[in-house]
């Protein structure tokens, strides 16, 4: 599982700040993810990646974007960070399109002061 | 729209008794669910998914599409199970399918 790593592993900024959280996986996994994990709402899809080029929106994509210029990078870029965007924000990958597992990073814990 | 219902944010047992971790889905097609379990300073990882009707670690899950939920049992709770679980659908989009996480349930099991 050490094939896939994020950084920071933790991260403090303040409001209105543009902020990059990367994520570089070593499988060449086609499809990434990244979620945000928050006390009561478990984990939501924040953006996804099915090839590099290609990206789509989650459930929770304002104030998020992505890029996917090589298969193997995966950044998530907080434009003007907000005090809500405070989370843990996790990417994953995973082989296929389909019902293969998901591997996850170790996370990243984000403060927006 | 798809939905994962974990009802519980905490469920505490002791060591030995048996455990149920609730989870119920909403939707209208053909349901494709997990478990992925997150111990302590460890990632998030794959426990089980219903395509494969594997038995992780003693647990097991049965897919009810009548009460529409894939609650997840095992009959005797250790102290190494003690983690967050979160229940997973993956719904289906252009091609691919997309999962979708409930909010987790902790689970404390007492020495």
């Known amino acids: 599982d050490a094939g896939i790593t994020q950084s920071p592993r933790y991260k403090i900024t303040e409001t209105g700040r543009q902020v990059t959280l990367m994520c570089h996986q070593t499988?060449?996994?086609?499809?990434m993810f990244w979620y945000r994990q928050d006390l009561g709402h478990g984990l939501r899809l924040i953006y996804y990646?099915?090839?590099?080029?290609?990206?789509d929106k989650g459930e929770v994509p304002d104030g998020y974007v992505v890029s996917r210029s090589k298969t193997e990078n995966f950044p998530l870029t907080l434009e003007s960070a907000t005090r809500s965007q405070t989370s843990v924000y996790f990417c994953?990958?995973?082989?296929?399109?389909?019902?293969?597992?998901?591997?996850f990073g170790s996370g990243t814990q984000l403060s927006v002061l | 729209a798809q939905r994962v219902t974990q009802p519980e944010k905490l469920l505490s047992v002791f060591k030995g008794a048996p455990v149920e971790l609730k989870c119920n889905y909403s939707?209208?097609?053909?349901?494709?669910l997990f478990w992925y379990v997150q111990y302590s300073r460890q990632r998030l990882q794959l426990l089980l998914r219903?395509?494969s009707r594997e038995s992780i670690k003693g647990f097991t899950a049965d897919l009810n599409k009548g009460e529409t939920s894939f609650h997840l049992k095992k009959p005797f709770a250790q102290e190494e199970d003690s983690a967050m679980y979160y229940c997973?659908?993956?719904?289906?989009?252009?091609?691919?399918?997309?999962?979708?996480f409930g909010r987790g349930t902790s689970l404390i099991v007492h020495p």
């Open positions: 219903h395509i």
């Open positions: 997973a659908l993956a719904r289906p989009s252009g091609g691919s399918y997309i999962p979708t």
């Open positions: 994953a990958s995973r082989e296929g399109a389909k019902l293969e597992k998901l591997f």
């Open positions: 499988w060449s996994h086609s499809y």
């Open positions: 939707y209208s097609g053909s349901p494709e």
């Open positions: 990646s099915a090839a590099a080029d290609i990206t």
